[in-house]
C-alpha cells in the first residue's frame, strides 16, 4: 500500500521561524505588513481547523510547481555583519526543512528589515 503524505505550507513556515530566530544574530522575525495579513489569515484558518497556529510571523511560504520557496523578514542585531547573518539564516532555514520534514527548499530569500542598536 502507498501513502501520500503532504506537508502544507504553514507546517513549513513554523519550521523556517524557528531556524531563523535560533540563527545567532537574529534579534526577531519582523512580519511586515504582507506578513501581517498573511500570518492573520493562516491564524484564522488554523483556528478554525481546531489547531493552534504555529509561530511564524515573518514568515511567507509559497508552494507552486513543486518548488518550496520561503520568504523571510528579520531584524538583525547591530553586533552582527547583516549579510553574513542573512546567509547563515539562509543555511539554517534550508537545511532545518528538509531534516524535520523532507521538503528540499529551493530558494530562501531573507530580507534584513531592521538593525537593532546595541
Do not use: H
Not at 502544507?8 to 504582507?34: H, S
Amino acid at each position: 500500500m502507498n501513502a501520500e503524505y503532504v506537508i502544507e505550507d504553514p507546517v513549513i513556515a513554523g519550521v523556517a521561524a524557528r531556524a531563523a530566530i535560533g540563527t545567532p544574530g537574529v534579534v526577531r522575525l519582523e512580519p511586515g505588513l504582507r506578513g501581517l495579513v498573511t500570518g492573520w489569515t493562516r491564524a484564522a484558518r488554523q483556528r478554525w481547523q481546531g489547531l493552534d497556529p504555529a509561530p511564524a510571523d515573518g514568515v511567507r511560504v509559497r508552494t507552486a510547481d513543486g518548488r518550496v520557496t520561503v520568504r523571510i523578514d528579520l531584524v538583525t542585531a547591530a553586533a552582527d555583519q547583516a549579510a553574513a547573518v542573512g546567509r547563515a539564516v539562509q543555511r539554517a532555514v534550508g537545511r532545518s526543512v528538509t531534516e524535520q520534514t523532507g521538503v528540499v527548499v529551493d530558494e530562501v530569500s531573507v530580507s534584513i528589515m531592521d538593525i537593532e542598536p546595541r
